[in-house]
C-alpha cells in the first residue's frame, strides 16, 4: 500500500473502532447527575448566548480539566451563584 492509503487506514482503524469497555470510564452507563437529579429526566431548552471568545474559551478548558459536559458546568456555576448571593458574598 502507499503512504497515503496506509494513512488513512490508520485513521479509519483509529477514529472508527470503538473504545474497548476496559478503557471507558463508567460514565457512559450513568445519567449524569447534577443537584441530586437526573439531567436525562428533565426537560431541556436550547439557549443561545453570545459571550467573550476569552469566555467560552475558558468554559471549554474547565469542562475538558473536570470532565463535566458544559450543561453540567453551567448548572454547577448557577448553583454556586445562588450560594454566593443567599450568603451575602459579592
Known amino acids: ?14 477514529f472508527m473502532t470503538p473504545p474497548a469497555p476496559s478503557e471507558v470510564k463508567g460514565v457512559l452507563q450513568e445519567p449524569e447527575v447534577v443537584r441530586r437529579r437526573s439531567v436525562k429526566r428533565e426537560e431541556r431548552v436550547q439557549k443561545n448566548l ?23 458546568l453551567l448548572a454547577a456555576a448557577l448553583d454556586a451563584y445562588e450560594k454566593s448571593r443567599a450568603s451575602g458574598a459579592e
Open 1 to 14: 500500500m502507499s503512504k497515503t492509503a496506509d494513512a488513512l487506514e490508520d485513521l479509519k482503524t483509529r
Open 50 to 72: 453570545s459571550i467573550l471568545k476569552r469566555d467560552a474559551d475558558r468554559f471549554m478548558r474547565l469542562s475538558r480539566r473536570d470532565g463535566l459536559s458544559q450543561a453540567a
